[in-house]
């Protein structure tokens, strides 16, 4: 059986500037907010192709003050995600030429030797670490976070302990707010 009856006809010649299109869209579902830099760094492409993407893609796009992009505009602004407790070196934290949007003043989260911390995540933005040196889960809050957000990620915490088959032990907050919860 000849190559073309078994796999058919070869694929139409690609159209470069509707698969950059297509990549800006797809990095800024998943990496948003981002810019051409932080395309060209993930994806392996030149800056130029990266700039050459978004400025195909930009009339579609929504800016933010600092110059990046959130994605295709669409009715309404959606909602931070709900917080969140993150793995060291969680993908959330990589990928970016600048990581400003999600981590903020808290920079010790990236240690200076290119470890990441275990963090914690509120409103889309980096405000504590997180251990769990036996049993307990130590969350420390570089941030000020409400109740309800507390209690989520205590709620998150316990889910982590349970998985590890570590029950048992409390989550303590410590930093800006302090004291063991349930």
Excluded at 20 to 29: E, F, I, K, P, T
Excluded at 104 to 109: E, K, L, Q
Excluded at 126 to 146: C, F, N, R
Aim: proline letters at 10%; one cysteine or more; a neutral charge.
């Amino acid at each position: 059986m000849s190559v073309g009856r078994w796999l058919g006809p070869p694929p139409a010649d690609p159209d470069r500037a509707e698969d950059l299109d297509r990549l800006v869209r797809r990095y800024l579902a998943g990496h948003a907010p981002a810019g051409p830099e932080d395309l060209a760094m993930r994806a392996g492409i030149t800056l130029g192709d990266a700039r050459v993407a978004f400025a195909g893609a930009a009339g579609d796009l929504r800016a933010t003050d600092d110059g990046s992009f959130l994605g295709p505009r669409r009715p309404g602004t959606p909602a931070p995600g709900p917080p969140r407790l993150l793995g060291p070196f969680d993908p959330v934290l990589h990928g970016w030429v600048s990581r400003e949007p999600f981590v903020g003043v808290h920079r010790t989260v990236v240690t200076s030797n290119g470890i990441f911390r275990a963090a914690c995540l509120v409103g889309g933005r980096v405000v504590g670490t997180w251990t769990q040196p036996s049993k307990e889960v130590v969350i420390d809050l570089l941030a000020d976070v409400d109740a309800s957000a507390r209690g989520v990620l205590a709620t998150e915490a316990r889910d982590v302990a349970r998985f590890l088959g570590r029950d048992g032990g409390p989550v303590t907050f410590t930093g800006r707010t302090g004291g063991p919860v349930g």
